[in-house]
């Protein structure tokens, strides 16, 4: 398996284009089962989460073709063969529950096997289910799979109230609306901007959609949806983990196509923590000068909040913070699991429950770690540019997973990483 190995210690310079979002690209493929007219992704991130969809998709019997390296993908559900999304695939990436809702209102049934995805908790898909209920349909959960029917006539709009904010249940629910017969009233609503990303492109495609963004979000249905083109909207993980760099290295670095509309709660932290985020013309510049950063405390919330998924790369910055941080997960249970990782390069971290306090130390030290998932695998790549000597991470295999071509990206601002393939 690769290894990626680090010899911390050098302050950044340089730029670091941002791609496009994962979440949201894992959103909008599946738009293309609401239709028979093709889909058009542009802006799209080459990762292996995407080739994941691209396999379920196809297995389903949708093209999916990558052009331009892999930038653009050109989709088109014209000849379905399936409604079942088989568990070989789904189990790989909990993302792949998506397809549920727009099968279920375009073809009046689907077969979604339950999934698997990132080791952070629990995570069932019960709202999404109730969502789909609440449209009509029926549904039946047996040998791992949810076997869904939609109402002769198809699915109904109705108020759906969502007991806490899911990202995941108000896409579902959002693309089933689409072609339901009626209103849909979507309320307590995830308002990322990945949810604004799939409205807007579903608009695009014919849909009548309102409020996405905000809480309530109302969706007319219409009969059926045409095909359209649409921009994936830049990552804002992937944003906010390499303004990380330079804040943990120090140095400067600008990142292209950087919003800071994306990540304002996390940029007030970083200011906060005494580390300068400016707009420009182009991006975002994040530099730090000199000395450390300052303790800051965190807790995780649904968007327009602090991201779950900045919070193992804030712990790594937080590490060698002037101070005591505590940092609060709200969103998902088991999500520490790079702290043990952490305190082996020297960090002084203790968990308990849903609450981590991290006590910084001067400099973190190289060690070998294990990726454990994603967001904990690229916490341990920043932990390791600033640590003193060599960091050698495993199971980067997770990575690959959310980040393109990391080591390039960093190692053109001067970072000494490489990618050690297996043999
Ligand atoms: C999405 C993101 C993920 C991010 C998360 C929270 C994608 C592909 N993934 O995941 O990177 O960390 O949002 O910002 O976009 N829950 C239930 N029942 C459900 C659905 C969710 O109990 O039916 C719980 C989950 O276990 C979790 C919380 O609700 O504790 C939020 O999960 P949700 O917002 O649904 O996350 P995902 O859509 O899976």
């Given at each position: 398996m690769d290894q990626i190995h680090i010899t911390g210690g050098t302050p950044l310079t340089g730029t670091i284009p941002i791609a496009g979002a994962k979440n949201a690209c894992l959103t909008l493929m599946p738009a293309t089962l609401l239709t028979d007219q093709p889909l058009t992704l542009t802006n799209a991130p080459r990762l292996s989460d995407i080739r994941?969809?691209?396999?379920?998709?196809?297995?389903?019997?949708?093209?999916?073709?990558?052009?331009?390296?892999?930038?653009?993908?050109?989709?088109?559900?014209?000849?379905?063969?399936?409604?079942?999304?088989d568990y070989d695939i789904v189990r790989k990436m909990r993302a792949s529950i998506l397809v549920l809702g727009p099968m279920l209102a375009r073809f009046g049934q689907a077969e979604v096997s339950l999934p698997g995805g990132c080791a952070i908790g629990a995570r069932p898909v019960d709202l999404h289910l109730r969502a789909l209920e609440a449209m009509g349909a029926t549904l039946d959960l047996r040998d791992g799979y949810v076997h869904a029917t939609a109402p002769a006539g198809g699915l109904r709009g109705a108020v759906v109230e969502f007991p806490f904010v899911s990202v995941g249940a108000t896409e579902n629910a959002l693309m089933a609306a689409t072609l339901a017969v009626g209103t849909?009233?979507?309320?307590?609503?995830?308002?990322?901007?990945?949810?604004?990303?799939?409205?807007?492109?579903?608009?695009?495609?014919?849909?009548?959609?309102?409020?996405?963004?905000?809480?309530?979000?109302?969706?007319?249905?219409?009969?059926?949806?045409?095909?359209?083109?649409?921009?994936?909207?830049?990552?804002?993980?992937?944003l906010g983990t390499y303004m990380l760099a330079p804040a943990i290295t120090?140095?400067?670095?600008?990142?292209?196509?950087?919003?800071?509309?994306?990540?304002?709660?996390?940029a007030e932290k970083l200011d906060a923590a005494g580390v300068s985020v400016e707009e420009t013309p182009t991006g975002l510049r994040v530099s730090r000068k000199n000395g450390r950063v300052r303790a800051v405390d965190v807790v995780t919330e649904p968007f327009p909040g602090f991201p779950t998924d900045l919070q193992a790369q804030m712990m790594a910055l937080l590490c060698t913070a002037e101070g005591t941080s505590v940092l609060e997960e709200r969103i998902f249970e088991n999500r520490?699991?790079?702290?043990?990782?952490?305190?082996?390069?020297?960090?002084?971290?203790?968990?308990?429950?849903?609450?981590?306090?991290?006590?910084?130390?001067?400099?973190?030290?190289?060690?070998?770690?294990?990726?454990?998932?994603?967001?904990?695998?690229?916490?341990?790549?920043?932990a390791g540019l600033a640590a003193e000597g060599e960091t050698v991470v495993s199971r980067v295999y997770h990575l690959d997973r959310g980040y393109e071509r990391v080591e390039e990206k960093l190692g053109n601002c001067g970072a000494k990483i490489e990618r050690v393939r297996a043999a």
């Open positions: 994941t969809m691209t396999q379920l998709l196809g297995s389903l019997g949708a093209e999916v073709s990558a052009l331009n390296e892999g930038r653009v993908l050109a989709l088109s559900s014209h000849d379905i063969d399936t409604l079942r999304a849909t009233v979507l309320k307590n609503a995830a308002r990322e901007p990945e949810i604004v990303d799939l409205a807007q492109c579903l608009r695009k495609m014919g849909a009548r959609i309102e409020g996405e963004g905000t809480p309530t979000i109302t969706i007319e249905g219409v009969t059926a949806l045409g095909g359209a083109t649409h921009p994936v909207v830049t990552d804002r993980i992937e120090g140095g400067s670095v600008e990142l292209l196509g950087g919003r800071l509309d994306l990540v304002a709660a996390f520490f699991m790079h702290a043990p990782e952490l305190i082996r390069m020297g960090a002084r971290i203790d968990v308990h429950g849903g609450t981590a306090t991290v006590t910084g130390v001067p400099r973190l030290k190289g060690a070998p770690v294990m990726a454990t998932d994603l967001r904990a695998s690229v916490s341990l790549i920043l």
